[in-house]
């Protein structure tokens, strides 16, 4: 069925003047709206009002202009079932064979600050959702187009087939249509949900990104969905795995911690080792050397360009992906020797602080959790025992604090004021954690003499801040809130430890 009557109502207006210039070539009558047809006809092209065609006028500040049966006739009436084509000459309404709309900007508008609940309103679209849904139901003989994407290989397929679009093209740009008006409606819902407080269903619909070859392990199957690609870049290496993605996406969050030149490695999304320094080698050989067997196969990342010098000291290792806001040229040439090694360049910050639309979402038997990403940076640091920190303690225990919230729990970090001296993670006991955090140090050849311990939850008994005594840690940090917090600030105090509750813990799990 060749195309000969277009409707076109559109927001966004990239690309859209040479597209239609292409339809009106190939004999298309184009019908519009208007800001859109006042585009098209200042461009010399011959457009139909939206109006004119309905023979009813827009109204109520152009709320109502497409509602009309001229326009959801046209595009849904069956082709090829006789009594719709009769019903449809009967009440003088023509097919639309094409439509193109894409929707008032609501997801936009509702990320400007101060934003109030009447502009969301009114950016909330009525007539576009229904033309598009319209015209995909009705996707074997309408084609549709939602994305300005897709405009070229609209014209192609019609310029190959004399005008006609094929059904393999129709079908997919119809699922587009339901994928688009799903996620427009889901923004609505969610933000009318949080503006009211109602809490009455939590709305998802993503864009897939990528099909990726396999899941955790060879036999699940995994696909990538999102924006994913807003926040990296690939600049080498071979394609990401789903556990790579999940690596880098918990390095990110970890490097979005600090704001020195920091280094940072990490293994199955656990860091195992963190440093910084003004010099980034100094950086890595400061994380490197808390734990020089994890790193076989992990991520590292930085929050610097990444210089020669570092990338000289990589290459040493076999590294899964490296992960830099940029790459030196000389660094990068060096590291692209390697054919496997992903290197992978951060465009923006993965998290925000006190983000409050900062969502984390999990998958739960029949359903998921959803909570606010753990950006919470106001923790109250209250003295807890006789002795005061002293400045470097502080500056050791900040560090680790740092870190420890991106260790699975249960978590211990010992860590100096500019490094990482173990990483205990993921045991069932919190002194099992402090056990293999002190055995990692020493078989590093590091000493935990005057460092600061640091735990994601609170020491439920003495033994777990004893037994950081007796490896050497002179302070420590922790969220407090134990019924026996009196007994643990005891026992610090017997063995000279300053020790801060931290108010806030970082469970993760």
């Excluded at 000291?313 to 000389?330: K, L, M, N």
């Excluded at 100096?416 to 205990?424: F, I, N, W, Y």
């Excluded at 005057?450 to 609170?458: I, K, L, Q, T």
């Amino acid at each position: 069925m060749k195309i000969q009557r277009a409707l076109i109502s559109v927001s966004d207006k990239a690309g859209l003047v040479p597209f239609v210039k292409e339809l009106a070539s190939m004999g298309v009558e184009i019908i519009s709206t208007g800001g859109t047809a006042k585009l098209l006809a200042a461009e010399g092209l011959k457009v139909v009002e939206i109006s004119q065609y309905t023979g009813f006028p827009e109204m109520m500040d152009g709320r109502v202009k497409t509602l009309h049966p001229k326009v959801h006739g046209g595009l849904l009436h069956l082709r090829d079932n006789a009594e719709h084509v009769a019903q449809a000459k009967a009440h003088g309404i023509e097919a639309i064979d094409l439509v193109v709309v894409n929707l008032y900007p609501f997801e936009a508008t509702v990320a400007k600050p101060g934003v109030t609940l009447e502009d969301a309103i009114e950016n909330i679209d009525i007539g576009g959702p229904s033309m598009l849904r319209s015209a995909a139901k009705n996707y074997r003989s309408v084609t549709v187009v939602v994305d300005p994407a897709d405009y070229a290989e609209v014209i192609e397929t019609m310029k190959a087939n004399e005008g006609e679009t094929t059904l393999q093209l129709r079908e997919r740009l119809g699922i587009k249509v339901f994928v688009t008006t799903s996620k427009y409606d889901g923004a609505i819902a969610n933000f009318l949900n949080k503006e009211k407080e109602c809490g009455s269903g939590f709305s998802l619909c993503l864009p897939r990104l990528a099909q990726l070859r396999y899941g955790e392990n060879s036999h699940q199957s995994a696909a990538l969905y999102g924006r994913w690609d807003e926040y990296f870049e690939k600049l080498h290496g071979k394609e990401l795995s789903y556990n790579n993605i999940l690596d880098i996406t918990a390095a990110a969050e970890l490097m979005d911690e600090f704001t020195e030149p920091t280094v940072a490695i990490l293994k199955h999304t656990n860091p195992c080792g963190v440093g910084s320094d003004p010099d980034l080698r100094a950086a890595w050989d400061k994380a490197f050397a808390t734990d020089k067997q994890a790193p076989f196969g992990g991520i590292i990342v930085t929050n610097r360009p990444l210089t020669l010098a570092l990338a000289e000291a990589i290459s040493e290792i076999f590294s899964e992906v490296i992960i830099a806001p940029e790459f030196e040229p000389d660094a990068r040439a060096l590291l692209q020797r390697k054919k496997n090694l992903r290197l992978m360049r951060q465009l923006r910050r993965v998290s925000e602080p006190q983000g409050k639309d900062d969502l984390v979402i999990r998958s739960v038997a029949g359903g998921v959790l959803v909570q606010n990403r753990d950006n919470y940076a106001d923790e109250k640091r209250d003295v807890a025992t006789e002795r005061k920190p002293t400045d470097d303690e502080l500056a050791a225990m900040e560090f680790g604090w740092k870190v420890v919230k991106h260790v699975k729990s249960n978590a211990i970090v010992y860590a100096a004021k500019d490094r990482t001296l173990g990483v205990g993670a993921g045991q069932m006991s919190r002194v099992d954690s402090s056990r293999i955090a002190v055995s990692k140090a020493k078989d590093a050849g590091l000493s935990l003499k005057g460092s600061a311990v640091c735990s994601d939850a609170f020491f439920p008994f003495a033994d777990g801040l004893v037994a950081a005594a007796e490896a050497g840690a002179t302070c420590a940090i922790q969220p407090g809130g134990s019924a026996r917090d009196a007994e643990v600030v005891a026992a610090a105090n017997e063995r000279g430890v300053a020790m801060l509750f931290a108010g806030a813990r970082h469970f993760r799990h």
